[in-house]
C-alpha cells in the first residue's frame, strides 16, 4: 500500500464514520481514484475553459484547443504563440481567451510558479493562482484538490457540490452556502475526498463530472 492509498484508506475510515448517509455512497462508489495531475498549466487552462459552460461544451472546447496547441499538453510556450483569432476559432468567448492568453503570459513572467506550487500552503497557492485574470477562488479550489490533491478543501460554491449535497441527504431544495459548510464540518479534515465522492454519486446518474 503506497502512502497515497494508506491516506485515502484512513480518511474513507473517518467519513463512513462521521457521516452515515455518505458511508453509503463511499460503499457504493468504492475507492477514490483521485491523483494528483501533473500537467499543472493544462489543468488551469481546462479549469478557465471550463467555467460557467457546460461540461459537454468544455470538453469540446479543450480537445479543440489541445489539438490547436499542438503534440503533447498544452504549455505556456505553446499558447502564446496562438493569437486571439486563433483561440476565439476553437470556440473560446473573446473575454476567455483573453483569460488564456494572461494566463501564458503569468507563468512565462515567473508570476505563477508552477514547479513550486507543491510547497506553498493552500492559502499561498490561491494567492498566487488568483493573480491570473479569470482565476478566482473556485478554480483555485479546483487546482488545490485535483493538482495538488490537497486534503482538506470544500468548494461550497460550486454546483455539482450542492447538488450531491441535496441528493445524498435527500434534502426538498438545493442547500445555501451555510448549510453546506455545516454539513461538510463533521467530513474534516477530509473534505476534498469527500467532495469527490458528492460529485461521483451524481455520475451515478450522468457521465457529467467536474472535469
Not at 499558447?79 to 476565439?88: A, K, Q, V, Y
Amino acid at each position: 500500500m503506497n502512502d497515497q492509498t494508506a491516506a485515502f484508506a484512513k480518511a474513507s475510515k473517518h467519513l463512513r464514520k462521521a457521516d452515515p448517509r455518505l458511508k453509503t455512497v463511499i460503499d457504493t462508489i468504492g475507492v477514490c481514484t483521485l491523483k494528483p495531475y501533473r500537467y499543472r498549466f493544462a489543468l488551469l487552462l481546462r479549469s478557465i475553459v471550463s467555467q460557467q459552460i457546460s461540461t459537454s461544451a468544455a470538453r469540446t472546447i479543450y480537445k479543440r484547443l489541445h489539438t490547436l496547441s499542438g503534440k503533447g499538453q498544452p504549455t505556456a510556450e505553446k499558447i502564446i504563440r496562438l493569437s486571439h483569432e486563433e483561440l476565439r476559432s476553437v470556440g473560446l468567448s473573446s473575454q476567455k481567451a483573453n483569460y488564456v492568453r494572461h494566463l501564458a503570459e503569468m507563468v512565462l513572467q515567473n508570476n505563477v510558479r508552477l514547479h513550486k506550487l507543491h510547497l506553498m500552503s493552500d492559502e499561498e497557492v490561491t494567492e498566487e493562482l488568483i493573480q491570473v485574470k479569470g482565476i478566482g477562488n473556485w478554480t483555485a479550489q479546483m487546482f488545490l484538490m485535483f493538482g495538488l490533491c490537497r486534503p482538506d478543501i470544500f468548494p461550497h460554491d460550486d454546483l455539482g457540490i450542492q447538488n450531491g449535497i441535496q441528493a445524498i441527504y435527500q434534502l426538498k431544495t438545493r442547500p445555501d452556502k451555510q448549510t453546506c459548510i455545516e454539513i461538510a464540518q463533521r467530513w474534516q479534515p477530509y473534505r476534498t475526498l469527500a467532495s469527490w465522492y458528492c460529485w461521483r454519486s451524481l455520475e451515478m446518474e450522468s457521465t457529467d463530472g467536474p472535469w
